[in-house]
């Protein structure tokens, strides 16, 4: 507690950012050492003059640090110090990685190799929400992590999906651990601290701001071996998290979209730019991070959902909506030469079916009902 009280209050003194503080604890051996430590020897490290060292010695920090603690103390929270082991080992490989984590729930990160972040718009479509559920239920039998950022769209897509596949999911904040945003995810609140957890570097004072939120990707980023953009636009914070990925010499995936669609318009610029690799499967990002394929598959059996054929189907729609009820998820090659039709007609046939809410359709150019 002194630790953490110590290094709580040189967050507080100005001008001294998460760099600076590693630098003087490295220096001196802790935070608390930095603070008992004559001012005569603080002189002689590089960039600390009178002026900055006079604060660091203002009893008035102490106090303020002192009001957070009591905080964490009162509220259950944990906390993660730079120097302790169990500061996740991803993100203290970062130069800019936080002093201090604050967090809640039941979190494990010690499987480094298995954590992947996941990010994308706040405006999901059905077609990345879908991808983001395909891809969980594919690579559930290595039993990653999977880190995102608790907002709307394909954020609380990846937490469901994780928590749909019983898989451990950390949302990293953009706000202290008294707040959430948005409200309208507190449903959501008790089964992931159950099955992972919240993480966030803010304090409970401090002001819930926009940029704080971009603050926050690079512990997204940091905290996993791969970050994996679904959807976004030309420009968003989605983006951000991949450039800081890329960064921190980490591996950047995109999935590809069509040139119209405007939240393909990120993941398109990236993989031009080759600043991510192409994201179509579970099969690439098993390549990519070179995953070795268990033993034995993950228990898990998902909950059958009831199938309903719409009434408005034609004689061939019924034909292909009954092969895909049997046959399950299918290519559409496959779908072609298992009805008979020539692809081409089944192609348009898939497209108004889809009007129809009779199939969808996956990545890849699968369809099921």
């Known amino acids: 507690m002194d630790e953490l009280l110590a290094t709580l209050q040189l967050q507080k003194v100005p001008k001294l950012g998460n760099q600076s503080i590693k630098k003087l604890i490295q220096t001196v051996g ?76 039941n979190i494990n990160l010690n499987n480094t190799s298995k954590i992947i972040s996941i990010v994308g718009t706040r405006k999901a479509t059905r077609y990345g929400i879908d991808f983001c559920n395909e891809l969980l239920e594919e690579i ?62 803010f304090w409970s004072t401090d002001i819930f701001h926009p940029k704080n939120f971009l603050k926050r990707n690079r512990i997204i980023a940091g905290l996993s071996k791969a970050t994996l953009v679904i959807e976004s636009a030309e420009r968003g914070g989605s983006l951000v998290t991949a450039q800081i990925a890329n960064s921190y010499n980490r591996e950047v995936m995109a999935v590809p979209g069509r040139t119209t669609d405007p939240y393909s318009k990120g993941c398109n610029m990236l993989l031009k730019t080759q600043q991510a690799h192409v994201l179509t499967s579970a099969a690439d990002l098993i390549y990519h991070l070179n995953w070795e394929i268990p033993t034995s598959k993950k228990n898990h059996t998902p909950i059958p959902l009831p199938i309903q054929q719409p009434d408005n189907l034609t004689n061939e729609e019924i034909l292909i909506f009954n092969f895909l009820k049997e046959k399950g998820k299918t290519h559409i090659d496959q779908l072609a030469l298992g009805c008979g039709l020539p692809s081409f007609k089944v192609a348009g046939l898939l497209v108004t079916m889809e009007l129809k809410k009779g199939v969808r359709q996956l990545p890849g150019k699968w369809f099921e009902v």
């Open 140 to 201: 559930a039998i290595f039993n990653p992590i999977i880190v995102s950022g608790f907002a709307y769209g394909i954020d609380i897509a990846a937490h469901k999906a994780a928590l749909n596949h019983k898989l451990q999911t950390v949302a990293c904040l953009g706000h202290g651990l008294n707040h959430l945003y948005p409200k309208a995810h507190e449903k959501y609140v008790n089964h992931l601290e159950q099955n992972g957890g919240f993480i966030t570097e």
């Open 30 to 105: 802790s935070a608390r050492g930095v603070l008992e430590e004559k001012s005569d020897h603080l002189l002689k490290i590089d960039g600390f003059g009178e002026k900055k060292i006079k604060l660091l010695k203002d009893k008035k920090y102490r106090q303020i640090a002192g009001k957070e603690l009591e905080f964490l103390k009162n509220n259950q929270i944990r906390s993660w110090l730079y120097t302790n082991p169990e500061y996740p080992k991803n993100l203290k490989e970062c130069i800019d990685g936080p002093v201090v984590l604050f967090q809640k729930g």
